[in-house]
């Protein structure tokens, strides 16, 4: 049994973009700018544009946190949107979800000019990864499979199976395991017999905000297990797997906190170093 050491994984990945700045800086004097766009005062949601900022200023991009109260109307957040499409100095940008019920999220991702889109949440993107012919990916399901990575590489033929069918999390990351020619399974609420497509996979990603779901009698001794989850129960934050019981039964799997939230991050300063180094070169 091997525990994935998200915090380390990524790390590696921000010392090796941090190196990359410099260098383009040294040669150009420029450097990525993220805007991050938090409307309200959703508590989990403040904790992570912190994160985000925190480590985005670590590597040497520049950090914008514009907010917005509660009760901002669409049409100031798409016109703040529009401001931020047209200035050129803006490479990244990143509305934080989820939006105050007033909003219509789908109308706010489509505005995000799709050079700025770090997210990878915008339709355009969305279709480039469905239709395998590039755009920018989603952080989260990126850093989920660079850590399925970090135990095995060639994924070819495997048994993928994800819990959670959400635009966020488990379609990209079907389409990302289907690009890796795995066997893709998607379950769901609606799933007969989950606890029984579970067990015969080689790699189990669990996105579905549901604490401790996927129990000791769910898994097999070559699965690796990907939990994407974040839950407070009784004041501690755990995933979507019963990490104390699953842990010695399978081959890796990620724990919560340290497993999948840093690369996260890792994977969102990546795409803004991507997007910046595509409008250097125009
Ligand atoms: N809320 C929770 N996760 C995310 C994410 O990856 N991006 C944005 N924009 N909002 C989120």
Redesign the pocket.
Known sequence: MAIIDGKLLAQNIKDSLKQELEVIKKKTNKSPKLTVILVGDFAPSKI?VKNKEKSATEIGIQSEVIRLPQEVSEQELLKKIETLNSDQSVNGI????PLPKQINKEKIINAINIGKDV?GFHPYNVGCLSSNTGGVVP??PLGCLYLIQSVEKNLRGLNAVIIGRSN?NGKPMANLLLKEDCTVTIVHSKTKNIKEICQGADILVAAVGVPNLVKKDWVNKNMIIIDVGINKVNDKIVGDVAFDEVKEKVKAITPVPGGVGPM?IACLLKNTVESFKRHLNG
């Open positions: 992570y990143l509305v934080q979800l997210d952080c989260t966020l996260t």
